[in-house]
């Protein structure tokens, strides 16, 4: 079996791990490193529910070979909170009730966070376009959308990086 050592930032710390060639970079997050919050369901890039954030933008990390992120920053939604404190975006889907099974939801959140890097108030069009690769199949997408809104509204306070 081939194998390739790769270095990368991993919710702001160093990693470097030596992966199989044919690793997915979902599989080296959750069954090597242990972060079980991204989730695979489709494994086709369908769902979104395996998105994480790579260099700034999100990526299906069932889509993405691990040693691709070789040199890259990835953070995950383990890498959100900070300090023992929820990311703006994760309380206020706790609040707003934009959490149903929960299996969406980290792929929901980081996608909403690279829209709001970008673009700090996104109107309603914007969020949909934004979240177009992340299917919910428990419910509408109304709480979900409200959640973001609040954030970028400012209701959550500042996000904490």
Sequence with gaps: ?????????????EAERTVPVHWTLGRLLRDELGLTGTKE????GECGSC?????????NSCLMMAVDADGCEIT?????????ELHPLQQAFIEHGA???GFCTPGMILSAKVLLDGTPRPTRPQIREALSGNLCRCTGYDKIFDAIESVAA????RENG
């Design 51 to 59: 998105t994480v954030i790579v260099d700034g933008r999100n990526v």
């Design 76 to 84: 995950t939604i383990e890498g959100l909170e900070q300090n023992g």
């Design 41 to 44: 369901a489709c494994g086709e």
């Design 154 to 157: 400012g209701e959550y306070g």
């Design 99 to 101: 959490i149903q099974c």
């Design 1 to 13: 079996m081939q194998e390739k050592q790769i270095r990368f930032i991993l919710n702001k710390a």
